[in-house]
């Protein structure tokens, strides 16, 4: 790598580490080509994103970032993934690592929270951002649903008593 390609790859990282919601850092030593295309998809398709980068220009990358942290994780050959949604790449990344023992997992951060292995698989285990939306919307809606049917229930009543005088 020349000096401009290593100056644009750590401004590039450093980027990444002051605006990602989540960083994930794993061991990929083993994994075939066809493996990390298969997570790169995934990640992709969920709007995360993974990358290979030397250690020495992601520790330079990390100085002056919340995720300063995770600069003792970057030992070996390293991947990161990373994304906006504190859920989504911890979890693609922990079922990737169910089903592969090469990518193992070492940590990452979470805004200036460093995380170990096991924090990583819990913040996995966790429901995403999109699956609490939904459950909020459906606590807010479900009370206003019930109001309206037991507003409309008298009404209905009385529309029944009413049509049954008049039937008689």
């Known amino acids: 790598m020349e000096r401009a390609e290593k100056t644009s790859a750590v401004a590039s990282l450093n980027q990444v580490f002051k605006t990602a919601g989540v960083i994930v850092v794993a061991h990929n030593k083993g994994l075939t080509a ?9 990640m992709a398709a969920a709007g995360a994103t993974v ?58 951060a979470l805004g200036s929270t460093t995380l170990d292995a096991n924090a990583v698989k819990a913040l996995a285990a966790l429901p995403s951002l999109d699956q609490l939306r939904a459950k909020l919307l459906g606590m807010l809606q479900t009370p206003a649903t019930r109001i309206a049917a037991v507003v409309a229930a008298p009404a209905g009543q009385v529309a029944r008593v009413i049509n049954a005088y008049a039937t008689k």
């Open 34 to 42: 066809t493996q990390v295309l298969d997570l790169r998809n995934k």
């Open 51 to 108: 990358r290979v980068a030397k250690n020495s220009l992601t520790k330079i990358a990390l100085v002056g970032t919340d995720a300063n942290g995770i600069s003792p994780l970057l030992v070996g050959p390293i991947m990161l993934a990373y994304g906006d949604d504190p859920v989504t790449a911890p979890k693609i990344a922990a079922d990737f690592a169910k089903t592969n023992e090469k990518f193992v997992l070492l940590g990452g």
